[in-house]
């Protein structure tokens, strides 16, 4: 059978690994916090409509690609730890011109600001992850341990899904959407220092450094599976635009928990197709109960399958990309990852309320239709074409 299983190394779990992984989870709270707040903000004190809300949180996804193919110049010509501190405090920036607006109540502002701040937002996000996840992490960890340290970091950005709303929520219900703002920041600002406190050894430049390159941006022959995972993290984005409750990211975080043990205990003789076809199952069900039923229940269920579901998803995908990577493409796999995931979870926010006004039966019926695609997807085409083409 074609099963895998990633091996667990105490020794991974350094000081240095503890706080970039830590500050791969802040960093992305930082901008998952603003998506269940800042669309009613935008609607109710900036009198945007749903479109032109739509179109500014949807934009981010665009900006998440827009520094790719300067990432391995930027980590080539500059030291790759100030070069994402540098992208994370101009995300700072940008979160605080919204607190700026709202402190000052300034609700006469053209869109195209609010779209121009979330692309941006996106760009600089983009290069920090990608800066973060596929170098500065890898660069802390021993060669036979990245496989690992890839996994168990990216758990703590997939956490963030539900941990950033939830106290977004929480902190908007209390005091209002300027705390949401301010504790964005804060997220930022912890990140940072986080990430001064570890030790980065020198490493010199390499003689030739093209300014534009896929190196570190996007891994081309991987285009299939990235092509399979968008409309999962659509659909994802999609599900984010119609709930704006506590407890349903609450719910999230539990089913990752168990995401996580399954993937300890139940899945590693697993024959390797199953996985996937679990978790996609595991969402489609909690969409079809959402939309069919409206029991107390289904609320605590239905968002716990969700979370179970994308959280095997999510990291399996995440391996698939690693296996498909040849030499010194390892930071490669895992950028297009990140866009693959980060672009698809904005376009679903913005299609969610540009096409849909965030309307909840039209909203879950296209998040089903797209989570039966990929599903068919993946059993027909992508599973044997990445069995074909996988290098490790």
Known sequence: ???????????????????????????????????????????????FSSFYTGLSMGAFALGVFSFGFFCSYLVQRY???????????????????????????????????????????????????????????????????RTEANHSSSWFARFAISLGPLFAIISNTLFGFGSVVLMSIAFCVVSVLLIRLVDFPFRAPEDRV????????????????????????????LVMTVERDYTFYGMIMAGFFLALLSGRFVFPNAELKSEVVTGLVLFFAALLL???????????????MIGL?????????????????????RGTSQSTYILGWESGVALGVGVGYAMFAADG???????LVLVTFALVLYILFTHNWFLKNKNR
């Open 309 to 329: 579901g994308i959280g095997i998803i999510g990291a399996r995908f995440l391996l698939f990309f690693i296996k498909l990577s040849r030499h010194c493409q």
């Open 79 to 145: 030291r790759r730890n100030l070069v994402c501190i540098a992208s994370i405090l101009i995300m700072g920036l940008l979160i605080a011109g919204l607190f700026y607006l709202h402190d000052n109540r300034i609700t006469v502002i053209d869109v195209w600001f609010i779209i121009a701040q979330r692309f941006l937002l996106g760009a600089a996000f983009g290069l920090a992850k990608m800066v973060l996840s596929s170098t500065l992490i890898v660069d802390t960890s021993e060669s036979f341990q």
């Open 1 to 47: 059978m074609n099963t895998q299983n990633t091996p667990v190394h105490i020794s991974l779990w350094h000081k240095g690994f503890w706080l970039l992984s830590i500050a791969n989870l802040l960093v992305t709270m930082s901008v998952y916090a603003l998506i269940p707040v800042m669309p009613q903000w935008l609607m109710e004190n900036e009198h």
């Open 210 to 237: 093209n300014l534009f390159s896929l190196d570190r941006f996007f891994l081309p022959h991987g285009f299939p599976l990235f092509l399979n995972l968008l409309p999962i993290t659509i659909a994802v984005g």
């Open 290 to 304: 959402m939309i069919t039923r409206h029991q107390m229940i289904v609320s605590y269920a239905a968002p716990t």
């Open 361 to 367: 039966q039209p909203v879950l019926l296209t998040a």
